[in-house]
Nanobody, 124 residues
Framework: QVQLVDSGGGLVQAGDSLRLSCAASGRAFSSYAMAWFRQAPGKEREFVVGISGSGRSTNYADSVKGRFTISRDNAKNMVSLQMNRLKPEDTAVYYC?????????????????WGQGTQVTVSS
């Protein structure tokens, strides 16, 4: 089990950039695949991007490909999400998630531990 703390959300304008961070506590961080999900008002939580335990593999939702970049630093137990060219439809609460497997999953049920969420609001 890992404890996750999300941070970095805020209010920005369309076209701006934002960087989210997720700090994890616990051992063997590299044995966990990590992901970011998001949930907009009135919608279900959806997969945004995942990264394997080693960091060598990533998987992006089509809606964010080419704009968002996930990275991890296993020495610091950190995962980051760089979000560029933000759009109003990116507005949501963003959640960091950890999976007890090195391999990426794309479903909420694949993940065991969750951060508290951080709000991202993009104005037009």
């Amino acid at each position: 089990q890992v404890q996750l703390v999300d941070s970095g959300g805020g209010l920005v304008q369309a076209g701006d950039s934002l960087r989210l961070s997720c700090a994890a506590s616990g051992r063997a961080f590299s044995s966990y695949a990590m992901a970011w999900f998001r949930q907009a008002p009135g919608k279900e939580r959806e997969f945004v991007v995942g990264i394997s335990g080693s960091g060598r593999s990533t998987n992006y939702a089509d809606s964010v490909k080419g704009r968002f970049t996930i990275s991890r630093d296993n020495a610091k137990n950190m995962v980051s999400l760089q979000m560029n060219r933000l759009k109003p439809e990116d507005t949501a609460v963003y959640y960091c998630a950890a999976r007890s497997s090195r391999w990426i999953g794309i479903s909420m049920k694949d993940y065991d531990d969750w951060g508290q969420g951080t709000q991202v609001t993009v104005s037009s």
